[in-house]
């Protein structure tokens, strides 16, 4: 979570107004009706809090707001963003202001701390909405666990499911022998000791450089069971201590000995490809082969996990309270969660996000987009990703950003 997210968050002004929101504007959208919601749609403009640090992602956003006016009649503006955190602290701050309808923000791309934020502070459209939209009879509720607990927080129906996420790390096989990778974090920081300066991670709050940090906390704490419930602040110090004890030890191996970072995923990116770092790392199983598709990467170029398992997470839609309009972004979350726009995004030539969908619900057409996919040399198979790691509650990456800023931190 950003600190301008957590200033709002807890600061005097805010904890006046009470902690649940009770939004003025009464006119709220039943996605149970449909061809009202489709009518309401016509027309309005929505404006989508969207990470904007991808080229591919900015281009598959632009394809599905040029579907959305062609079908719906509605204009998707993307809104690029640096951290998901900057939505989110606009919607705290117009609330504060009291500002309960009409706002700025339609749609976010969220998950994890900036969703529990909301929840918590009653900041989204409710009831939950996304489980009656006509496309959730698609969605795999079955084999993914995680649509429908967003970082351990029940998601009951506030936010709707757009992509799979899976820590995967890559490496150019032109520099990097298959027999010298790492298969677990205490392997890599013995590869880092090895190779000095040729590894790194994106400086955080970045949420890529804040997944390294959670991976090795779920690889090195005693209990793992711990991760599932709040962070207690007297454990602290103690059940993290396995966590900055790595840290430490990587720290002066890194890139710059550790006193510089990228800034965030494809700054690291640019690093493998530039050869100044052999080992890399994203959420996305496919994303090494849609930059090789896209020319970020050379083909050489290949995918790896550690056996004993990786974080997994579904990544989400939401609507805030105060949207201006409900309607176009209830439009929107449905049509990027449709077999169309889930199978085009994960083509790597386009993005190479897995879907969240259940193949087997499609019908013979839908499946088929699926199965032309060539998911690309680097990508992963399924059986080939390993076991899933369970997010820590949010609780934790709060407490953990702020306890590396203190130790490691260093200007952008």
């Known amino acids: 979570m950003g600190s301008l997210l957590r200033a709002l968050l807890f600061s005097t002004a805010f904890l006046a107004i009470g902690a649940v929101a009770a939004a003025a504007d009464t006119a709220k959208p039943d996605p149970a009706n449909w061809d009202a919601v489709l009518e309401d749609a016509r027309g309005e403009t929505v404006y989508f809090n969207a990470w904007g640090g991808s080229q591919n992602i900015n281009d598959y956003i632009g394809w599905a707001g040029d579907e959305l006016n062609e079908r719906f009649g509605v204009t998707l503006k993307h809104v690029k963003l640096e951290d998901t955190a900057s939505a989110v602290a606009t919607v705290v701050a117009e609330k504060a202001a009291g500002r309960d309808g009409n706002g700025t923000v339609d749609l976010i791309w969220i998950n994890g701390e900036n969703f529990a934020a909301m929840k918590e502070q009653g900041l989204i459209l409710s009831p939950g909405w ?20 967003d970082f351990t927080v029940p998601v009951e129906g506030l936010e709707s499911p757009w992509g ?33 300066g040729r590894f790194s991670y994106p400086q955080p709050p970045d949420f890529i450089g804040s997944s390294f940090l959670k991976q090795v906390l779920a690889e090195t704490i005693a ?35 550790g006193r510089a970072y990228p800034q965030n995923y494809p700054a690291m990116k640019q690093l493998l490809a530039d050869s100044e770092l052999d080992i890399i790392f994203a959420f996305n199983p496919a994303e090494a082969s849609s930059a090789i598709a896209n020319g970020e990467l050379p083909d050489t170029v290949r995918s790896f996990t550690f056996p004993g398992g990786t974080l997994a997470n579904t990544h989400f839609l939401t609507i805030p309270y105060n949207a201006s309009a409900k309607a176009g972004a209830l439009v929107a979350a449905n049509f990027l969660m449709s077999p169309e726009a889930q199978a085009r995004k994960q083509d790597p030539a386009i993005w190479g996000d897995p879907t969240v969908l259940a193949l087997d619900k499609l019908n013979e057409e839908d499946r088929a987009r699926f199965d032309a996919i060539d998911l690309g040399v680097a990508t992963l198979r399924p059986d080939e990703l390993g076991p899933a790691l369970d997010e820590p509650h949010p609780s934790w990456m709060e407490r953990i950003e702020t306890e590396w800023k203190r130790r490691y931190g260093v200007g952008n």
């Open 164 to 196: 799979m996420a899976k820590l995967v790390f890559f490496y150019d096989t032109a520099r990097t022998s298959v027999e010298d990778l790492p298969q677990d974090a205490d392997g890599l920081l013995k590869w880092a000791q090895e190779n000095p």
């Open 223 to 257: 209990d793992p069971s711990l991760l599932l419930e709040p962070v207690e602040e007297e454990r602290f110090d103690e059940v993290t201590k396995p966590l900055f004890d790595f840290l430490d030890a990587l720290n002066p191996v890194m890139w710059r000995s």
């Open 130 to 149: 996304a489980e009656k939209l006509p496309n959730w009879t698609f969605v795999d509720v079955e084999n993914k666990p995680t649509i429908r607990t």
